[in-house]
Structure formats: C-alpha cells, structure tokens
C-alpha cells in the first residue's frame, strides 16, 4: 500500500489501517496533544509508518515482540501504531514497576524491540543490560540513554509513506500475578482479521466473539463520536488497558483527537475539559470522589458543558458518588463491566442506571455468560454466585503459564473471581470478588507481594494483607500483622513496617494502615484463609468490593 492508493474506510478497518485513514481524510486535525509535543492525524501517520520500517529493517518479523516503557507521550502512540500495522506484538510496560519487573517484562513477552523513556531511565538501562542478547533493537525517547540509539535519529531517516504489506498486529498487556511476577495476557492473531484473508473480522465468530463485538459497538453507538467537532482526554497512563482502549484506540478510530494527562489532578482535569472542549473521557471512581471533593468555587471556575459521555469501569462505584456526578454533570455518565481477557461484557447508560441504581447493566442479547454455585451449577435469579463469561474463539492465555491457564477456565467459560447477581430483569449486580486481588483506585494490587515484602522485615512473624472499605479509593490496603515476641505493636512500628514495604514496592502497592494480631485463621494445611482475615471489615456491607 502506497500513498497513491486512496483508503476506503472498510479497507482502513480490515487492514488495521484506520489512522492511515483519518491522516487522508483530516490530515491536519489534531491526533495527540500532550505536555511532550503534538501531532496531527498526518504526522502521527507518517512517524508509525517510519517507524514501522525502522523495525522491520531492524530484522523484526510479524509476531515478534516490541516492549516500551513509555510515559503519556506522542511516541507511546507512535510505537503503538507502529505495531498495529506491521504485525507485531506491543507490550506496554507499567513505568510505576519497581525492582527487576519491567526487565522481567522485557525478556519474557521475547521483545525484539525495546523503546524506553528518559524519565525512566535506570530500570531501562537494566533492561537492556540483562536482555541485551535477545533484543536486536534498542531506542531512547527524550533524551540519551546509555547503550540506546536515539530514537527520533533512526524514525527520522525513515521513509514516511504508508507500508507496503500491512498485517494487522496485537498487544499483550501484563498484569501481576499473586506470586508477585506479572503475567502477560496473550492471544494468538486471527488469521481471518490479516490481509489477504477469506472472511473479515466478523464472519465465522464464536457466540462469545459476537457478543463482545456487541458490547463494543453499543458502547461506541452511545459515545457517538463526531470527527469534526468532538475530542477525547486521556485521564490515566497508556499503559493501562482501560486508558489505551477508552481515551486513545477508541476516538482515534473514530478521527477523534486525544489530550494526554501527564499525571492526574483533579483541578487540572477540569481546565483541561474547559480548554480544549472535552467531549469524551474515562475515569475510574477514585478520580469521581476527587473531582467532589474540591470545593464547589474551583469547580464552579470551569466550563464542563462539552462533556456528554464520561464512561467509567473497572472498579465498582458507590451509587451515591455516581448520582453526585450525574448531578453535576448531566446524565452523560457510562458504565462498564467486562474482562480484559475477553468475553461478553456488561453496558449501562446512565438514564437506564438510573432506573438500576448500583447495576453495571445487561449483557448484549448474544452473550453467554452465567453466575454459579461453588459446584459449577448455574444459581437463581437473585442469587449470588461466581460470575462467568464464555470464552471467545481465539481464546487468552497468561504467556508462558499454563498452570494459572488453565486454573482460569471451566469447560468453554472462564471467571475473574468477581461475583455478583442477577435481578428479574437480567440487570447484573457485584457484589464481591472471590480472588484476592485488592482494587484500589481501578488498580489491582496482589496483596501476596505486600506480604512478602513484610516476611522479609526482622519485627515479622506472619502477615495478611487485604483490602478494606474506602469511600475515595474503592478499597484500601491494610496488613494485618502477627509480630515476633519482643516487639511492641505501636504506631513507631506502623511507620517503620509501612516505610519498609515502600521501599520495596511502589507506594500503591504498600499498606495505608496496619492492624497487629496474635493469630491469622489458617486451613490445616497452614495456609491463611485471607477472606475470613478480611470479612470483619466488610461486616454489614452489601457489597464486599
């Protein structure tokens, strides 16, 4: 594909071409702007496409893997698309990661290409020095990084004209697992999504792919984007799926512009909003209460009537601080529940939750998915159980681990853990999570690291760390602690066991409190039961996340 050739907009979307498409129809509109520089439909265009060819003259193939550790930045989109039209796999790495993880990261997702931030800096160059051997190539953004090329050298030598070829590529995103090393979520490409193939996208799907192919195109037909007046505001890191699916792959699709946030601040959100005529964005509840919390003269300062779709998800919401949003801002909030690693997922507008308060919606009539008893038995109407989707087609699987694979299927349906009900109506309610997983601020914290950072402290005996009740963050990190004899349970060692862990970890990922005990409850195996550590601070909730 040349320049020459004029993209139709089914060719664009078959082909994974999109941008390529909206760089023809509006190349001077405004793709990306952040605090690092902007770049419009056409410029964003040109510079995947240069780097495309940097990568494949590099030696990389279709499948190989390409890893960055980048901030919210143009370049992050231009590896990204990169990726997305050459065949490769991108793994956007967490620059919050402390410790050996983003190297970790690096050699197990077999990245061929390493594109890493100045301001991240040392656990680059670490990166680099353990998976030297493996990487054939290595760019530095913003800045020199020692043993790096300089990336804007190498991308702007290249050619800039669309690739000949394009092969629709994939992420693969990491998320930790409750041993502490993350797990990257994998699925094999399609060979019917690829250039050349018999059948597009949506032929010969499975009722699982149909019904997420669904969920997708009710929550795009709500968000109704309009190329020419509307724009977007990325409110987290593009490192997170929500963030990447919702604030950037989303509008650009749609010819939409998007402004990148640095770092998240509440008052700086609205300015934002006001600025640039924000129209769409994601939160999570965590930005809701804060954006409450400011003092009604700093909200009042800022313009926000452009805003009609703020779609929130992945961490449940109080209701009260949904109808509080709703009530500022005008019913234009959305919401979402589904899986990461595919399904049919849940959608509710706000007129319709308003209806349904506390719901996350109605699966799209073509899903399968199902709540059930501890036995696999599918539950009634209105009673609690596990929660289920039925696998797609091209199923998931955590790269390299086919232990925790396969401890995530039941036959053809696969859990999260969460758990919840249905009502007459076929609404879906959550109400707990039967993994361990803490999600503070829609992020998830395994609390196995917090532990075993804590057993490595002398004053330690044994240690559970759960997640507790908390109206601003979802749920809080607590370590309930048993000491070793001699050691007093006072404030002095809160503070030293807390300072210990965010040494270790990132601050997220450490203990707000801390309570002390004499005895954890334990299986006979010696295993602590976390949930019955956890249930007394849940006691008289409805909802147990």
């Keep these: 594909m040349t320049n020459a050739v004029k993209l139709t907009l089914p060719e664009a979307t078959l082909t994974g071409m999109t941008l390529a498409y909206h760089a023809q129809e509006r190349p001077d509109k405004m793709a990306v702007i952040s605090n690092y520089g902007n770049r419009t439909f056409a410029e964003l265009n040109a510079r995947a496409n240069q780097l495309a060819r940097v990568f494949r003259d590099a030696g990389l193939k279709p499948d190989d893997g390409v890893a960055m550790l980048l901030v919210n930045r143009p370049e992050f989109l231009e590896v990204y698309y990169a990726c997305m039209r050459a065949g490769f796999r991108v793994t956007p790495i967490n620059w919050h990661l402390t410790g050996d993880n983003?190297?970790?990261?690096?050699?197990?997702?077999?990245?061929?290409?390493?594109?890493?931030?100045?301001?991240?800096?040392?656990?680059?160059?670490d990166a680099l020095q353990d998976n030297h051997s493996q990487l054939k190539l290595a760019l530095?953004?913003?800045?020199?990084?020692?043993?790096?090329?300089?990336?804007?050298?190498?991308?702007?030598?290249?050619?800039?004209?669309?690739?000949?070829?394009?092969?629709?590529?994939?992420?693969?995103?990491?998320t930790s697992g409750t041993t502490g090393r993350p797990k990257g979520v994998y699925r094999q490409r399609s060979a019917a999504a690829l250039p050349g193939g018999a059948v597009s996208a949506g032929e010969?799907?499975?009722?699982?792919?149909?019904?997420?192919?669904?969920t997708t195109a009710i929550s795009m037909a709500a968000a109704a984007y309009d190329a020419e007046t509307d724009r977007a505001l990325c409110t987290g890191p593009a490192y997170h799926a929500a963030p990447l699916a919702f604030n950037i792959i989303a509008p650009l699709a749609a010819g939409v512009g998007t402004v990148l946030m640095d770092k998240w601040d509440p008052e700086e959100t609205l300015r934002l909003v006001e600025e640039y005529d924000i129209t769409h964005t994601h939160m999570v509840a965590t930005m809701f209460h804060r954006l409450l919390a400011l003092p009604a003269a700093t909200r009042d300062k800022y313009r926000v009537d452009k805003l009609r779709y703020v779609l929130h998800g992945a961490a449940p919401c109080p209701v009260h601080v949904k109808q509080s949003m709703m009530a500022w801002l005008g019913p234009v909030v959305y919401e979402y529940y589904a899986a990461t690693e595919g399904g049919g997922g849940f959608f509710i507008g706000p007129q319709e939750w308003l209806t349904k308060p506390g719901s996350v919606g109605k699966a799209p009539p073509s899903a399968d998915n199902k709540i059930c008893d501890d036995d696999g038995n599918e539950v009634a109407t209105g009673t609690v159980?596990?929660?289920?989707?039925?696998?797609p087609e091209i199923r998931f699987e955590y790269f390299k681990d086919t232990a925790k694979t396969a401890g995530s299927y039941q036959g053809d349906y696969f859990t999260l853990g969460d758990m919840g009900y249905f009502d007459a109506d076929g609404y879906l309610f959550l109400t707990g999570r039967s993994a361990e997983t803490i999600i503070s601020g829609g992020v998830n914290i395994y609390p196995q690291e917090t532990d075993d950072v804590l057993l490595r402290h002398p004053a330690v005996a044994d240690v559970c760390t759960i997640g507790i009740p908390s109206e601003e963050w979802g749920e809080d990190v607590k370590s309930v602690v048993m000491l070793k004899p001699g050691i007093a349970p006072d404030q002095g060692t809160v503070a030293e066991l807390i300072a210990f862990v965010r040494e270790h970890l990132p601050a997220f990922k450490a203990p707000r409190t801390i309570d002390f005990t004499d005895d954890l409850p334990r299986l006979p195996s010696g295993k602590i039961q976390r949930r019955l550590v956890r249930e007394p601070y849940w006691a008289g909730r409805d909802r147990q996340i």
């Design 204 to 214: 010969n799907a499975s009722q699982a792919s149909r019904a997420a192919a669904e």
């Design 102 to 125: 983003a190297s970790y990261i690096v050699g197990n997702c077999e990245a061929k290409a390493f594109i890493a931030d100045i301001r991240c800096a040392q656990p680059a160059i």
């Design 385 to 391: 159980g596990t929660i289920y989707f039925r696998a």
């Design 140 to 174: 530095a953004v913003g800045g020199d990084l020692s043993g790096f090329q300089a990336y804007n050298d190498l991308v702007d030598s290249a050619a800039a004209g669309n690739i000949d070829g394009p092969e629709i590529g994939g992420q693969m995103l990491y």
